[in-house]
């Protein structure tokens, strides 16, 4: 779930290829605009993206990776490419004396098809973040993730951006809140067990296992607090 967004090398600052997309597009300079306070945030400009103390982001997992963004199979652009070059082989016969209809019939059929495998893929593409990568099965950049076992890893660029951008990001409870909640349980835990009957005791035990599940889902849908 956390993930490096910046590495110091020879007192230089390289940022995670995801935050140079999203730098990029918003006309950020990272020379200028950068400004990293370990521990708390990574801020750039006006926008401050919450780090742990290794400079490492919570990414907020979108969904599985079928249900989340647009995909585009590299098998469309290459018969896009495929199209066009037909087209042009066959527009340069048609140039010729002589021409027969079947080859006219084909490039009329050739130019919709072009025009509409150029409609789609601009109106998948124009104006947003386009990230290339491996996603068949079978290939070795599958990794397992929050919410899914087997999830291609081009898809954590993707993530990452989808959490700068909605600004939906998980923040970790730290050692006080969690020392807070252990004493209170063992506190309740341990008035019940002095007090009480064995059978209401193991009651509330169960009650107090499922409250806290509950207030956690509750705390982290709501509040990404986990």
């Known amino acids: 779930r956390r993930v490096p967004l910046f590495v110091k090398y020879k007192d230089r600052i390289y940022p995670h290829i995801a935050i140079k997309a999203f730098s990029d597009s918003m006309n950020i300079d990272l020379k200028k605009d950068m400004k990293i306070e370990q521990g708390r945030y990574l801020k750039l400009k006006d926008l401050s993206i919450p780090i742990d103390k290794d400079g490492c ?24 490419g495929q199209i066009k070059s037909n087209l042009e082989k066959n527009m340069e016969l048609a140039s010729q004396e002589g021409i027969e209809d079947a080859i006219k019939t084909q490039i009329e059929y050739d130019k919709k098809r072009l025009n509409d495998k150029r409609s789609k893929l601009v109106s998948d593409i124009n104006g947003k973040f386009c990230i290339i990568g491996l996603t068949a099965p079978g290939t070795h950049d599958y990794n397992p993730v929050p919410v899914e076992s087997e999830y291609p890893m081009v898809g954590t660029h993707a993530n990452i951006l989808n959490t700068v951008l909605q600004e939906k990001y998980i923040k970790k409870a730290g050692p006080l809140s969690n020392l807070l909640i252990l004493i209170t349980t063992a506190i309740i835990t341990a008035i019940c067990a002095s007090t009480l009957p064995i059978a209401i005791n193991s009651i509330i035990a169960v009650l107090l296992c499922v409250s806290t599940i509950l207030a956690s889902i509750l705390l982290f849908n709501s509040y990404g607090i986990w």
């Open 57 to 80: 982001l919570f990414i907020n997992w979108a969904g599985k990776w079928n249900d989340t963004f647009s995909h585009i199979s590299c098998s469309d652009i290459y018969l896009y």
